[in-house]
């Protein structure tokens, strides 16, 4: 069974850091193209980044300050999130499908996806 699960959610103050995890488990996440949205309330779920074996790309909201890389052998991506402000707060979702490349925005591509882990922007 193909299962994605983020965790790493969590209250942070403007500037701060934090670092999102993605977990697979049904697949190998080597062949796959992995990807982080995000939706605020009341907005469209937007596309963060993504890595697959064509390499990482960002929206260019998050580039310099986030950055994703990934562990084989653990089967997890990573969400580094730097440099935070209150605009990044938003429920964050990890999603993959097989494939060499990937998209950050056409979402319809990813075939799993996780539950979503919130994370808050705030002092």
């Known amino acids: 069974q193909v299962q994605l699960v983020e965790s790493g959610g969590d209250l942070v103050q403007p500037g701060g850091s934090l670092r999102l995890t993605c977990t697979a488990s049904?697949?190998?996440?080597?062949?796959?193209?992995i990807a982080w949205f995000r939706q605020a309330p009341g907005r469209e779920r937007e596309g963060v980044g993504c890595?697959?074996?064509?390499?990482?790309f960002y929206a260019d909201s998050v580039t310099g300050r986030f950055s994703i890389s990934r562990d084989i052998a653990k089967s997890a991506v990573y969400l580094q999130m730097n440099s935070l402000r209150p605009e990044d707060t938003a429920v964050y979702y990890c999603?993959?499908?097989?494939?060499?490349?990937?998209?950050?925005?056409?979402?319809?591509?990813?075939?799993?996806w996780g539950q979503g882990t919130p994370v808050t922007v705030s002092s």
């Open positions: 999603a993959g499908s097989p494939g060499y490349g990937c998209s950050v925005s056409a979402d319809v591509i990813y075939r799993f």
């Open positions: 049904g697949f190998a996440t080597e062949h796959y193209a």
């Open positions: 890595i697959s074996d064509s390499g990482t």
